[in-house]
């Protein structure tokens, strides 16, 4: 399977995304929170990435997703891609049945969040909203 990208976060140009600072899932959405920090580790800056209709999402220790990293289509400097074809939600049309409730739901979209030490795949229609804190 080839993986197609495009990402979808401004690019943090000489920031390192650290990892999931936090997550959840309540009654306004899913709510991802990625920290980064500068190349010294002395500036840190979070980002809220918030999806409110979220239909699905895995959370994975990055050293998982070997193929992601060989595809080399994720561009450094971003923490947030659009997955076009290849990923999580072309493995799970494979088994019939799979996500036959959500596709009736609407025509969703596969989005990833890349850090170094654990990476979400996102199953949503709509695009998430992003924030930036210092």
Known sequence: MKITVEPKSKSYSGKVFTGVSELSL???GLRIVVAATDETNEKRTLI???FEEARGFR???EGD??????SKVFEPGYCLFEIKS???LEQ???FPG???ITEAVGDFREWFICTEYNCVNVL?????LIREFS
């Open 92 to 94: 799970e049309r494979q």
């Open 86 to 88: 290849g990923g999580w």
């Open 124 to 128: 949503a229609v709509n695009p998430p």
């Open 26 to 28: 309540g009654a306004t």
């Open 98 to 100: 799979m996500l036959a």
């Open 48 to 50: 809220e990435i918030h």
């Open 59 to 61: 959370v994975l220790d």
């Open 65 to 70: 997703l070997i193929p992601y990293w060989q």
